[in-house]
């Protein structure tokens, strides 16, 4: 009996293993025209992904739309958002920055050192 419920077990996951082997993965993504069509074309995860594709209404050429907006097309990445730390980078070398960095812990030294001897001082 027990041997039973345990063949039927093994067979149920092999069927599922065998149907999970034949999924192949599959990514959809949007185009859009410039009338505003949008086509959903899905493509097999390994394809190579195409920026354009052809509207299937009107034939014109439709832009992938990523993240709801449009794919940049050779643009250049000046445009990318940019953190404040590489802001900060633009304006100062690393050099500079550990200067800065060295003359604000001295700074903090000293008034620690100060506050030190004050509270000695009122003690
Ligand atoms: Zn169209």
Known sequence: M???L?????GAHTVFGGFDGELEPR??????CEHNHETTVTFS???ELPDTWGCRVCGASATRIADDKPVD???SDAAAPRTHW?????RRSLEELEE???ERLNFLRERRATALADMRANS
Request: proline content about 0%; charged content about 30%.
């Open 45 to 47: 995860a390994e394809a």
């Open 100 to 102: 800065l960095l060295e």
């Open 6 to 10: 345990r063949g039927t077990r093994i």
């Open 2 to 4: 027990d041997h039973g």
């Open 27 to 32: 990514v959809s993504y949007l185009f859009r």
């Open 73 to 75: 097309l050779g643009v």
């Open 86 to 90: 590489d802001m900060l980078l633009e």
